[in-house]
Every structure is written in structure tokens, then in C-alpha cells.
């Protein structure tokens, strides 16, 4: 097909437009997707919003010293005093699940920041010039991609050693391949229209074409997707950390603290419990907020 | 102006190579709408783009030279063709729906040229903008900049292009079937608004179309091409008073008139008998249907 026919290939993208179909088209969607597809956004917002906030807050302010460890408390069941109860060091479990849930946020923001800027950077010059550069940079992707992304990660890490950073920097390069193409894709969609012609026509430079022109349009795609990068870090931190290869003692870490109250089952759930229901909590905000931006401005894709 | 000499180009893709422009030559004078008019294929959208500076990896020019006032814009380098994009030539397109970044406020994007290639601060450029909102007749320009593109209808959209490619004062406006997707009110204030503007500022138009008709309104001189080949070329009146070629011929035949004896007035008569209407009933008429 020669890229060339402008005229040919306008009429079929028309539909594909985010924006053509105007308020007619956010009134229908309305109208059929009822009230679950708003309240996705707006729980997931809220969700996220408390749960961010509240690890946040674990930055700056803890009810009691992470690692300071009392016996006369050791597994006390949730009380005012230990609202997470405590384990079975007598560690405050609400301090350490605050604490540890920052540094899953660390290391999740981290990755999707690597991953992503590496993805976006390589996916937008593929899908934009195409070519012998998208073939060689796509198949380097593809090789990356070949590899479950723990795998790499704790190939990445038996090589460098464990620890928060070089969890970050291993997950990040684990994630490149799923943003590269997501990006790559929707580059490519959106090479063809013709405001893109039209900026080049202006003599806008490359770089902001595809920054300042092409990227805003390809949001609600990307921020679902990092959105879904985001959970998956999350996840595969607390994986790695559970076992024993993420995020070191004495530091705290969901993941950590879930193996660790394996043994304490019976005797004190509360150890176990919400560290998890911290973690659940967290993905289902996130993600549901990466849902409801697709609805709300991802025009139903 | 602008001098363009036997353009020859062809595309290769996979081994296989195709002819879309051969040996065109025409020129256009400051100030002069000149019209080219051609079938799907004829080569007509590859000599602007071409002209514009946007041909692709995968079309090879085989000669000729374009030149805008004695510079060879074949010749320069992308950077220095950048610098000529949207200042001295600009174009717009046939479908105003995507021609506009969803995503940008109007305003901004009819800035985006001044931005690159003026020096103006920003009251300055925000004065332009007003301005070439404005001069395309478009009403409360202000409230305008901030709107955006989906909240506008398919004429304003198109106006709104034109605004964004007039604002640095082209020499040379390059216009590739801007009407074809407008209701045909709205066609004729387009073609209104581009002799408007081509009378104000002196700005010459190489205005594209497979319409006859609305070539014959608008430009002054006609190139008609086929299968990449400028087959006749003239004045407006000329070449519709009398065609020297078949395929020209052919072209004015096919424009829908209720004239008696043209091609269409024919059909309208053959549909009324068999509708069972009385040969009175379809009236000829000067007026183009």
C-alpha cells in the first residue's frame, strides 16, 4: 500500500477519532454504559486517593518505629493502640505495612518510570518512522518480551544482587516490551492522520510531532496502560519480596511480611491479613481508575 | 512565483516501481489561482505534495526542479525546507474532521506557525491569531482559541485550517480538494473566502480538484492532467469554451447541468418518461443542478 494516498485514507479513520463523535457520542455512551462505567472512575479515584494518601503520610509520620521491636506486645491482636495489631517481634504491623507499602510504591513508580520512558521513547520513534529502525529496535523487543518478565527480573537481579533500587532497575527493563508496543501501535495509527501532516506541513520539527502533537492523543490508551504497568509492578515487587528476593531486611515490605507471617497463621492472622488487604486495596483503586480513564476518554475502545 | 520544470517522479515499493508524475511543467504568477483538475490517480495530489515538501521515502523524483522565486526547493535540506513550510507555502486538505489535533485548543494550533518561524511575543502572536481567525470570517475569534476542534462544525473546521495556514502570509497557499467534503452551501462560502484572501493579500493559490465546476468558479488558469501528464493547460475560459483534447471534452461533459442536450439533462428526461412525467415537466435551466 503506498502511504502515500492522503486523500484514500481518511474517510475509514474518521470513526477511530477520539473526539468526532462529538456530544452525541458522550451522551450515548452514557446513556449504555449506566452507572458502572462512571462509578469505575470515581471509586477508583477515591480508592486510589486514600491509599496513596495514607502511604504518603507512612513517608513522613509512623505510629511507632518500624523495626523497634517489644516483647511484651509480640502478636497482640488489633487494638487502639496497634490498630494492624502487632507481630511476632511485637513490631506495630500498621507502621510496617506503611512503611512497606512505600517502598512497593518506590519501586512500582520507578518501574513504570523506566519502563515506560524507555517504552514510550522507543515505541513513538518505531511506530512514527517505521522502517529498518522499527524492525531492529522491535526485535530486541521481542526478545526482551520472549522472557516472563519475573524471570528476567531475577535474571537480572542474580546478576546485579538484590535490593530496592536494582529491583526497580530490573522491573523497569522487564516492563519496556509491553509499553514499547502499545506506543508503537498507537504511533502508527496516528502517523497517518492528518493533523500530523499538516504539522509537518508547518515545518514543526520531528520531536514535536511526536511530543507536543501525537502524544497527547494517545493518552487515554497510555495512562490505562501504565495504570495496568503500575498493578503489575506492585504485584510482582510483593512476588519477589515474598520470595526473599526483593527488598531486604530490616527494611519492611508487603511482600516480606507475608511469608513471614505464614508461620503465625493461627495465632495472629491480623500479620497476614493487612499487609494483603493493603495490597488488594492498592490494585483495585489503581486499577480501576486505569479502567474508568479508558471509559471515560478512550472512546470505548 | 513559483516555477515548477519537468517534475518526473515514481514510486518504488518492493521491487516494483510506478510512474505517478511525468515531465509536469506549469508556473503561477503573484497572485494567480491556478487550477488543477484531474481524475483519482491523475498525479495531481503527488505534485503538491511534492511541492509542499511532504513527498515520502518510497517516491523518487527523477527530474525537474520547482523553484519559489528562483530558489530550487528540491535542492534544500529538510531544515531549510522547514523554514519554508507554513511561512511561504502552506496547505490545507480535503477532510477538515482530522485535519485538526483533537487534543489542541484552536487557538494554539493556529499559533503553532508563528511560533515557528516569527519571533513575535506571545500578546503579539495572540494578535495575529485573532486576526487570521478573523480574515476567515469566523465570529467571536476569542472564545474561539479556547474551543476545541469537536466542538466545531465541518466548515469551521475547514475555516479554521485555513486560518492556521494563512497566519504567517504565505506566498503560495496550496489547496487539495478543500471543498470535496463540505455540503455544497458551505463549498461556496469556502471558495468565497479563498478568492477573498487571495484578492487581499496578494496570495497565490495552486487550488486542487476533480470538480470543473468549482475549478471554473475560482481559478483564473486551468492545467488539466491524467495518468500523471499535464494534457492541456490554459485559461479557465479557454479550456471550458473549447477543450483541445477528448479527455477534456469528456471532463465538462460530465458536469451535472439541466442545459438541454448535455449528458445529464438526457438522463433527467429518460427518468421522467419512465416515471411516466409529461417532457414538459423537466424544464432546462441555467443553473447547474
Known amino acids: ?301 | 512565483m513559483l516555477k515548477v520544470e519537468n517534475l518526473s517522479i515514481h514510486f518504488e515499493e518492493r521491487g516494483a516501481s510506478q510512474e505517478v508524475v511525468r515531465d509536469v511543467s506549469f508556473d503561477i504568477q503573484d497572485g494567480e489561482i491556478l487550477g488543477i483538475v484531474g481524475e483519482s490517480g491523475s498525479g495531481k495530489t503527488m505534485t503538491a505534495l511534492t511541492i509542499a515538501g511532504l513527498l515520502k521515502n518510497n517516491a523518487i523524483l527523477d527530474s525537474g526542479s520547482i523553484r519559489l522565486d528562483g530558489v530550487n526547493l528540491l535542492s534544500l535540506s529538510e531544515k531549510e525546507m522547514r523554514s519554508i513550510q507554513g511561512k511561504d507555502i502552506s496547505m490545507i486538505f480535503q477532510e477538515p474532521m482530522t485535519a485538526l489535533n483533537p487534543t489542541m485548543r484552536i487557538g494554539k494550533q493556529v499559533e503553532e506557525a508563528l511560533i515557528l518561524h516569527t519571533d513575535l511575543s506571545k500578546e503579539e502572536r495572540r494578535k495575529k491569531v485573532i486576526k487570521a481567525l478573523e480574515d476567515v470570517e469566523l465570529t467571536q475569534p476569542e472564545k474561539l482559541c479556547r474551543k476545541y476542534p469537536y466542538e466545531l462544525s465541518g466548515g469551521m473546521r475547514q475555516r479554521v485550517m485555513i486560518a492556521a495556514a494563512i497566519v504567517c502570509r504565505p506566498k503560495l497557499l496550496i489547496a487539495d480538494e478543500p471543498t470535496t467534503a463540505l455540503d455544497v452551501g458551505t463549498q461556496e462560502s469556502i471558495l468565497k473566502l479563498l478568492k477573498k484572501l487571495n484578492k487581499k493579500y496578494n496570495m497565490g493559490i495552486l487550488f486542487i480538484s476533480h470538480n470543473l465546476r468549482v475549478v471554473n468558479e475560482l481559478c483564473s488558469r486551468v492545467l488539466v492532467m491524467k495518468d500523471g501528464r499535464v494534457l492541456e493547460e490554459g485559461q479557465a475560459v479557454q479550456i471550458f469554451e473549447h477543450p483541445q483534447t477528448e479527455y477534456t471534452k469528456e471532463l465538462i461533459a460530465a458536469i451535472p447541468t439541466r442545459t438541454k442536450g448535455s449528458r445529464f439533462y438526457e438522463l433527467l428526461k429518460a427518468r421522467a418518461s419512465e416515471e411516466g412525467f409529461a417532457d414538459s415537466d423537466v424544464k432546462a435551466g441555467e443553473e447547474n443542478a
Open chain 1, 1 to 301: 500500500m503506498s502511504r502515500l494516498s492522503i486523500n484514500g485514507m481518511k474517510k475509514g479513520k474518521t470513526s477511530n477519532n477520539l473526539f468526532s463523535g462529538g456530544p452525541q457520542k458522550l451522551s450515548g455512551q452514557k446513556a449504555a454504559g449506566g452507572g458502572l462505567r462512571s462509578y469505575n472512575f470515581t471509586f477508583g479515584a477515591v480508592l486510589t486517593v486514600i491509599m496513596l494518601g495514607l502511604i504518603v503520610l507512612g513517608f513522613f509520620w509512623v505510629p511507632y518505629d518500624t523495626e523497634a521491636m517489644q516483647g511484651s506486645v509480640k502478636l497482640n491482636a488489633p487494638s487502639l493502640a496497634h490498630i494492624f495489631g502487632t507481630d511476632q517481634f511485637g513490631r506495630d504491623v500498621f507502621s510496617r505495612v506503611l512503611s512497606g507499602a512505600g517502598s512497593t510504591l518506590v519501586i512500582a513508580g520507578g518501574t513504570i518510570l523506566i519502563g515506560g520512558g524507555i517504552g514510550i521513547l522507543t515505541g513513538a520513534v518505531t511506530g512514527y518512522f517505521g522502517g529498518w529502525l522499527d524492525e531492529g529496535l522491535m526485535r530486541i523487543n521481542d526478545v526482551l518480551a520472549a522472557f516472563p518478565s519475573v524471570l528476567l527480573a531475577l535474571v537480572i537481579i542474580s546478576i546485579w544482587g538484590s535490593g530496592k533500587y536494582k529491583v526497580m532497575l530490573a522491573l523497569g527493563i522487564a516492563f519496556i516490551p509491553s509499553f514499547a508496543r502499545i506506543v508503537r501501535g498507537e504511533f502508527m495509527r496516528c502517523r497517518e492522520e492528518d493533523y500530523v501532516t499538516s504539522a509537518r506541513l508547518i515545518g514543526v520539527s520531528t520531536p514535536r510531532i511526536l511530543f507536543v502533537h501525537i502524544l497527547p492523543n494517545i493518552l487515554p490508551a497510555l495512562l490505562s496502560s501504565l495504570t495496568i504497568g503500575f498493578n503489575n509492578a506492585v504485584i510482582q515487587e510483593a512476588g519477589m519480596s515474598y520470595l526473599g528476593i526483593g527488598v531486604q531486611p530490616p527494611d519492611a515490605s508487603l511482600g516480606r511480611m507475608l511469608s513471614e507471617s505464614q508461620t503465625y497463621l493461627a495465632s495472629g492472622p491480623w500479620c497476614a491479613v493487612f499487609p494483603g488487604l493493603f495490597l488488594v486495596l492498592l490494585i483495585l483503586g489503581v486499577g480501576m481508575l486505569g479502567e474508568g480513564i479508558l471509559d471515560r476518554f478512550g472512546g470505548g475502545r
